[in-house]
């Protein structure tokens, strides 16, 4: 941005805004809401995603003004995804972030109704074991589709071009599209 105005643009993403609010409401309602529900499940697993519906019910029950504010911020940010043209497994990654306290709270109100019910020993261990188990199987899920460590192409090309370049020189990518590509 060389001025106050485009500046203004690129914190906006005005070159971007004929993919925001892109879709009719009722493409809205009868596809994006289930793909991006889809997206949500795939990512939070059954585990997590059994935890993370026990954590609404707990912030509804302990009426938890804190999960409250956390489950509003990734519904509002949901409302402004579903209506987006683009990368929405990109775009959800932050709302993700946002959901996995509130299964957190889910795990932690079964330990604490189990600690009660239960030998109390047992129902840190379990709680314990869950916390555990969910990052381990996420890990598990996505470390293929995420290893990187094979495709070295790019890196190549990259370090051939900075070699060739002036010193202090730097490459500046503007191309939105192309960086999520690669």
Known sequence: AESL?????????????????????TEVLQTNVPRILRLLATELMPLGLGCFLIGIAAAVLCRSSGAALVLGSAGGMLAMIVNMAG???????????????????????????????????????????????????????????????????????FRSTYAHMPERAAIVAEDYFYDMAH
């Open 87 to 157: 990368d929405l497994q990109g775009f959800i990654t932050p709302v993700v972030v946002l959901l996995w306290p509130i299964a957190a709270l889910g795990v932690e109100s079964v330990a604490a109704l189990a600690g009660r019910r239960f030998v109390p020993g047992l129902a840190r261990a379990a709680t314990v074991a869950i916390a555990l188990a969910l990052p381990i199987l996420g890990i598990a899920a996505n470390y293929r589709d995420a290893d990187q460590s094979r495709q070295t192409d790019t890196a190549d090309f």
């Open 5 to 25: 105005p485009e500046l203004i643009g690129v914190i906006k993403a005005d070159r971007f805004a004929e993919q925001r609010f892109a879709f009719p409401f």
